[in-house]
């Protein structure tokens, strides 16, 4: 019996000795991982005050448009970007930047010494210049011929800047506003004589319209770097150098294109002036 049992287990080990082991079933490779797509740029949060027609205004519907909007849409199609735009009253544009309301102004916003101060402008993208605004029949001469006449000006511009520099020493009595389309109601009501704006945009925002009609501009452009700096720039926080590089390179590249002339043409091809400026 143990003769047998050694026998039959002596079998078993050849046997197990010569069994086929059966390859591990293949295991088919992993699928690479699907790359994540790249996240959306975050929307570019653009300041503008629609009071200014035909800059920046709104249509009947309440959709901001004008040149200002339409020159923020194209650039935000260069830099890969969405405009979101925020409305903001004028005189607390740098103080909203400056707090991150939103991330530019693309407003009609001048460069000038002092607001260079307080933020930093990209390249102008256009420049043009401002003009005394006043009833036709009043005989101007110079600014002394406006002592006692009543002025409105945007509070917080240019235009203000040089209305108490100029005309206020002179005599005139100046008023500034919160929006310049509040200034041309005024004028409609006898409130106020005339202000002082932008050429472009009192045209086609007071004179072309049928309460401008006893209304002209009056002496020379106004243009002294003094007041008026040196074109109209996008506003942004100080050490966004790197925006600012993609916004100049995108204003050149829509004055190439020929994104610009277009937006030029729709707004100002009346005047046949190109907005850009010297």
């Keep these: ?16 000795c010569g069994k086929k082991e059966e390859p591990a ?27 200014y027609e035909p ?10 448009t004008g040149f200002d909007v339409d020159i923020a849409t194209a ?19 740098i103080p909203g930047l400056n707090a991150k309301k939103y991330d530019v102004i693309i407003s009609s916003m001048s460069i000038t010494d002092d607001r ?28 002394a011929s406006l002592k006692g006449k009543k002025i409105g000006v945007l509070k917080g511009s240019t235009n203000e800047k040089y209305a108490m520099g100029d005309l ?16 041309y109601l005024d004028i409609k009501s006898g409130r106020l004589d005339g202000t002082v704006a932008d050429y472009l945009e009192v045209a086609g925002g007071f004179l072309g319209k049928p309460e ?36 100049n390179e995108g204003i050149k590249a829509i004055r190439a294109n020929g994104s610009y002339k277009a937006l030029n043409d729709k707004y100002f091809a009346k005047y046949n002036i190109d907005v850009y400026g010297e």
């Design 168 to 183: 206020k020493p002179a005599g005139a009595i100046v008023t500034s506003y919160e929006a310049q389309d509040q200034v």
């Design 212 to 247: 401008g009609v006893n209304y002209t501009v009056v002496g020379p452009e106004l243009k002294d770097p003094k007041y008026y700096g040196y074109g109209i720039g996008i506003a942004l926080r100080k050490g966004e150098d790197k925006l600012k590089g993609e916004l």
């Design 55 to 64: 800059f920046t205004f709104k249509t009947a519907d309440g959709k901001p």
């Design 116 to 143: 260079l101060k307080e933020v930093d402008f990209t390249d102008k993208y256009y420049n043009t210049p401002s003009r005394i605004v006043l009833k036709k029949s009043f005989k101007f001469t110079d600014i």
């Design 1 to 16: 019996m143990k003769k047998l049992l050694l026998t039959l287990v002596a079998l078993s080990a050849l046997a197990a």
């Design 25 to 51: 079933p293949a295991v088919a490779p992993a699928a690479p991982a699907a790359s994540a797509p790249a996240p959306e740029a975050a929307a570019l949060k653009v300041a503008i005050d629609p009071t």
């Design 75 to 93: 650039l935000c199609e260069q830099i890969k970007r969405k405009c979101e735009f925020v409305e903001q009253v004028w005189d607390g544009m």
